[in-house]
T-cell receptor, first 113, second 112 residues
């Protein structure tokens, strides 16, 4: 069965320092993996997705994620946090050929001035 | 190009009342989805529609019904609302299965 684990429910960083949000997944087949961001009282917006092409995926707003099959991880990074990055982030896995998307429980990112 | 729209944005119901949440997309996507979001639980799939004319249950379908009215519209109905259905409801669409989902702004529902 598929599952997604976001290892930290809350992460705090100082503005200008790197961001690391961790995601581990399990999937029987070749998965598609996504990161979404949700700002307060808003819908979810796609940051980036992995679909079995390059293992390092670049997204919007300077975010990127690396697919590591051996570690079953898809961690999200950004070199330098900005105040506007404060939001909740969701890691999502979709199993090939299905309509099922499994969402992690989210990581709330706080950016300190 | 509005993307995915949802109405209403907010709703307060009394236990036992019924209501329909509306969702429409203008991206010509085949697949549409209804999720609920509760604190600390991520998003859980209520129902989905793979294509016009088909609907299927997701993870938490009890207490809900859906209608895929046409390719653009996918509504969610609560026949007899319960306090456990207090949540934020999101509609999403995707070109096909497994593809990127595009989300609406959500409906915040409170059942008293």
């Amino acid at each position: 069965a598929q599952s997604v684990t976001q290892l930290d429910s809350h992460v705090s960083v100082s503005e200008g320092t790197p961001v690391l949000l961790r995601c581990n997944y399990s999937s029987s087949y070749s998965p598609s993996l996504f990161w979404y961001v949700q700002h307060p009282n808003k819908g979810l917006q796609l940051l980036l997705k992995y679909t079995s092409a390059a293992t390092l995926v670049k997204g919007i707003n300077g975010f990127e994620a690396e697919f590591k099959k051996s570690e079953t991880s898809f961690h999200l990074t950004k070199p330098s946090a900005h105040m506007s990055d404060a939001a909740e982030y969701f890691c999502v896995v979709s199993e090939a050929g299905t309509y099922k998307y499994i969402f992690g429980t989210g990581t709330r990112l706080k950016v300190l001035a | 190009n509005a993307g995915v729209t949802q109405t209403p944005k907010f709703q307060v119901l009394k236990t036992g009342q019924s209501m329909t949440l509306q969702c429409a997309q203008d991206m010509n996507h085949n697949s549409m989805y209804w999720y609920r979001q509760d604190p600390g639980m991520g998003l859980r799939l209520i129902y989905y529609s793979a294509s016009e004319g088909t609907t299927d249950k997701g993870e938490v379908p009890n207490g809900y019904n859906v209608s895929r009215l046409n390719k653009r519209e996918f509504s969610l109905r609560l026949e007899s609302a319960a306090p456990s259905q207090t949540s934020v409801y999101f509609c999403a669409s995707s070109p096909t299965r497994g593809d990127t989902q595009y989300f609406g702004p959500g409906t915040r529902l409170t059942v008293l």
